[in-house]
């Protein structure tokens, strides 16, 4: 079957870093996106990546290793507003995109 | 330019109705995508349209079922509603299946079902 896990929650500090880790098991690849979901609130595009490496949008990076299954989503210099669902999601061979639950993270003052 | 427009917002149905949900993807977008989004599950995949064909299903019953029209508008239909299907309805387009600009979403329907 197809997988995708991420941890339910985390919490960070006004203005520090924080990592969410993504591994995937999918029927193929063709690319990996992360969104932000602000509750009561639709997702919003933030990344894609489908070549290992980081890259880079302002505040916000995302790795991805193909070989390992792995991605991570790395939040700097957070702010109050990045108090969020963080959603990774892997496009498969068929160009079906899947999502995993989600990281709620809070960020706290 | 205007996003993606689901209606109706809100919908409360009897078991056993049968609801149609509405998306009027981005100007230009042809692919449309529907998940599922309940607090325990995430987002589950429904299926996929483009160019008003069905490029994937997701693992729904046949209770579910879908349609795009040639405007890319597309509808999502739930026959002899269950208790379970309770949850927001969230349509997505993109320019294409391929697109690395991901999904824009719309704000979805929330369907109760009682």
């Known amino acids: 079957g197809q997988n995708i896990d991420q941890p339910t929650e985390m919490t960070a500090t006004e203005g520090a870093i924080v990592q969410i880790n993504c591994t995937y098991q999918?029927?193929?690849?063709?690319?990996l996106f992360w969104y932000q979901q602000h509750a009561g609130e639709a997702p919003t595009f933030l990344s894609y990546?489908?070549?290992?490496g980081l890259e880079e949008k302002g505040r916000f990076s995302s790795f991805l290793s193909r070989s390992k299954g792995y991605s991570y989503l790395l939040l700097k210099e957070l702010q109050m507003k990045d108090s969020a669902s963080y959603l990774c999601?892997?496009?498969?061979?068929?160009?079906?995109?899947?999502f995993g639950a989600g990281t709620r993270l809070f960020v706290k003052a | 330019k205007a996003g993606v427009t689901q209606t109706p917002r809100y919908l409360i149905k009897t078991r056993g109705q049968q609801v149609t949900l509405s998306c009027s993807p981005i100007?230009?977008?042809?692919?449309v995508s529907w998940y599922q989004q309940t607090p325990g599950q995430g987002l589950q995949f429904l299926f996929e349209?483009?160019?008003?064909?069905?490029?994937n299903k997701g693992n729904f019953p046949g209770r579910f079922s879908g349609r795009q029209f040639s405007n890319s508008r597309s509808e999502m239909n739930v026959s002899t509603l269950e208790l379970g299907d309770s949850a927001l309805y969230l349509c997505?387009?993109?320019?294409?299946?391929?697109?690395?600009?991901?999904?824009?979403f719309g704000s979805g329907t929330r369907l109760t079902v009682v």
């Open positions: 349209y483009f160019s008003e064909t069905q490029r």
């Open positions: 100007s230009g977008h042809r692919s």
């Open positions: 999918t029927s193929g690849f063709n690319g």
């Open positions: 990546n489908v070549l290992d």
């Open positions: 997505a387009s993109s320019l294409d299946e391929e697109s690395s600009g991901g999904y824009t």
């Open positions: 999601a892997v496009r498969d061979r068929g160009f079906k995109t899947i």
